[in-house]
């Protein structure tokens, strides 16, 4: 895996909190192709983690990243091109082969960020991260893992899309059973999308049957689960215009 060197000079001339970072890690698709390098006679495009290369076209790319947390600094620790999503074997071997890079080079590496994809959840749990206790130790130091906030709304959406949430008793100032479904917000927003003032005026049809490219902008989650769609719901169903008086307000 190709490696790029910290600036150790500049870390060197920081502050005592200063070189504490997160290491964010994610991939990519990029396209195949191959070209020429001149300057270190070799072709590529093909697969190469650094130690290892394959005569595969590399259609992804991984790249580790540390960026500062009381500091606003970030630097490209490493990357590698591979073919299809990395395995969650190779993944954990890429990773503690960065902390080490890190450890060595000055940042002081005290969380992970990264989306919930199937390869990273798995490889983070083989470096010792579990649900109840989200961190792990690494020659002796604790790092905590942190799921992508961003993907975490577009998986609550989504979730949203395909079960309704029941609400337990004691926890709303009603008795009565209380289920929250993505049907409410939907014959809602057909009511409104036809009223010349219209309550919910940031949501289309994207917002609320999100395809191919759509399901991926967090921008169009966001815009769903925020306190004014909540808000407006609740002001609906005190008026008793829409059965929907449990909804999540995030």
Request: charged fraction near 20%; glycine fraction near 4%.
């Amino acid at each position: 895996m190709p490696m790029y060197s910290v600036h150790c000079s500049t870390l060197q001339k920081m502050s005592d909190r200063d070189p504490y970072c997160c290491l964010l890690f994610d991939e990519m698709s990029i396209r195949e192709n191959v070209c020429f390098n001149q300057k270190l006679d070799s072709i590529e495009g093909f697969e190469d983690c650094g130690t290892e290369r394959t005569c595969n076209f590399a259609n992804r790319a991984l790249l580790f990243m540390a960026r500062g947390l009381h500091r606003k600094w970030k630097q490209p620790v490493a990357y590698c091109f591979i073919r299809g999503s990395t395995n969650a074997g190779l993944l954990k071997k890429f990773f503690e082969e960065v902390l080490c890079t890190c450890q060595n080079a000055g940042p002081y590496v005290i969380a992970t960020v990264c989306d919930m994809g199937a390869n990273n959840v798995s490889a983070l749990q083989m470096m010792g991260a579990t649900r109840r206790e989200p961190f792990f130790e690494f020659r002796n130091q604790e790092i905590v893992t942190v799921y992508d906030p961003p993907h975490l709304l577009k998986c609550t959406r989504k979730l949203f899309r395909k079960y309704d949430v029941q609400f337990k008793p004691e926890l709303m100032p009603t008795q009565l059973p209380l289920t929250a479904k993505w049907e409410h917000i939907l014959n809602v927003y057909k009511w409104d999308k036809y009223n010349v003032v219209r309550l919910f005026y940031k949501l289309t049809d994207a917002h609320l049957a999100p395809v191919a490219q759509d399901t991926m902008k967090v921008s169009l989650a966001a815009q769903v689960m925020i306190h004014t769609v909540g808000a407006s719901l609740c002001s609906l169903a005190s008026q008793a215009k829409e059965h929907c008086s449990a909804f999540i307000v995030l």
